[in-house]
């Protein structure tokens, strides 16, 4: 196991992504924090699966856009496992409106999720790895950080935000031995879009701009976010990998 006795943190951590990537941490080994707003029950489930992978779960609702509740999360683990070694920034929203017609409550939502909540966890999270001598700290983003999509300007410019502040942090922190990475899901069947994505049509005008010939889901993240998160990814500081089935690339 990859990740023995690590302690990790999943913002977001009680479906989609963040519940795939919270599993797949368990089952290299760590235990694994997650944070929910909305969800409680599907929040205990993740629990729940991550102690029958032997492994100890905790679940703290906490809006990551918030300063208080961000500093209460991170209290709540260090009080139970006394440490906190992996960070994965997840915790996101979106909307499909057109630009002329987002309000300025929806654009500060989305950003303030997507982008600020990135910063007060990540900043409460790396300080305590900087006392404990280093860390990882893997921020999600998306294809939207480098690439326009109509009716989502809005989530475009946080998800960029968040890649430039992913860039940022993982220079300021490298020298405290604290490894800061990206990983950019592309077109992915989750919660957040799943009810457009039954509208007519709309999976296969998706598929149809991916090379490799289909939407992604949850798991596929997984594998990368892991690998970021060990000693393996001891040297990768700074670094993008698109999970995206090629859509960057067009």
Aim: hydrophobic fraction near 45%; charged fraction near 20%.
């Amino acid at each position: 196991m990859r990740l023995e006795n690590k302690v990790a943190l999943v913002t977001g951590g009680s479906r989609g992504i963040g519940r795939a990537i919270a599993l797949g941490l368990a089952k290299e080994g760590a235990n694994v924090a997650i944070s929910f707003v909305k969800h409680p029950e599907a929040a205990e489930e993740v629990v729940s699966e991550i102690s029958a992978l032997g492994r100890e779960g905790l679940a703290v609702r906490a809006d990551s856009a918030v300063k208080a509740e961000v500093d209460n999360l991170v209290a709540e683990i260090l009080d139970r496992f006394g440490r906190l070694d992996i960070l994965v920034n997840n915790a996101g929203v979106t909307t499909f409106v057109p630009f002329l017609e987002t309000s300025e409550e929806e654009y500060d939502r989305v950003v303030n999720t997507n982008m600020k909540g990135y910063f007060l966890v990540g900043q409460a999270a790396a300080r305590e790895m900087v006392k404990q001598g280093g860390g990882k700290i893997v921020n999600i983003v998306s294809e939207a950080q480098q690439k326009a999509l109509p009716g989502l300007t809005h989530y475009c410019a946080s998800k960029g935000g968040a890649w430039m502040l992913s860039r940022g942090m993982a220079l300021e922190l490298a020298k405290h031995k604290v490894n800061v990475n990206i990983v950019a899901p592309g077109p992915t069947i989750t919660d957040l879009n799943r009810a457009r994505l039954q509208q007519p049509g709309e999976v296969e005008k998706r598929v149809a701009r991916i090379p490799w010939g289909r939407m992604g889901n949850p798991e596929d993240m997984v594998g990368a976010v892991v690998y970021l998160c060990s000693d393996q990814a001891e040297n990768v500081v700074g670094a993008c990998i698109a999970v995206d089935g090629g859509t960057t690339i067009t």
